[in-house]
C-alpha cells in the first residue's frame, strides 16, 4: 500500500476563482469550470497551499493555532487535503 504524501501544492497551472458571502465560501476551479462550495477551515488550507506548497504537519500546527484551543488534528487535515485531491484542487509535491 503506498503511503500519503506528507508534502501538497496547488494542482500545477490551475486558477482559483473566489467569492465569500457571509462564512460560506465558493471557488470556481479554472481546469473544469467546477464551483465547490468550502467550509472555512477547507478554504484556511487551500489559500496556505495557494501561498506555496506545505506539509500535513505544518497545515495541522497552523490550523491549531488560528484556531487556539479548537485543534485541527493532522488526521483531519489529511482528510481535508484527500477531498482536495479528489477535486483536482491540490496535487503531492514531487520532493
Not at 473566489?18 to 462564512?23: A, P
Not at 472555512?40 to 495541522?60: D, F, M, W, Y
Request: hydrophobic share 40%; aromatic share 6%.
Amino acid at each position: 500500500m503506498q503511503s500519503f504524501p506528507s508534502k501538497w501544492k496547488i494542482c500545477e497551472g490551475l486558477r482559483l476563482v473566489w467569492r465569500q458571502w457571509g462564512d460560506e465560501f465558493v471557488v470556481y476551479h479554472s481546469g473544469s469550470a467546477d464551483v465547490h462550495l468550502l467550509s472555512p477551515v477547507v478554504v484556511s488550507i487551500l489559500r496556505k497551499l495557494q501561498a506555496g506548497p506545505n506539509t500535513l504537519n505544518h497545515l495541522a500546527s497552523e490550523l491549531a493555532i488560528a484556531n487556539g484551543p479548537k485543534q485541527t488534528e493532522e488526521a483531519d487535515v489529511k482528510e481535508i487535503i484527500r477531498l482536495l485531491n479528489n477535486l483536482c484542487l491540490v496535487e503531492p509535491c514531487s520532493s
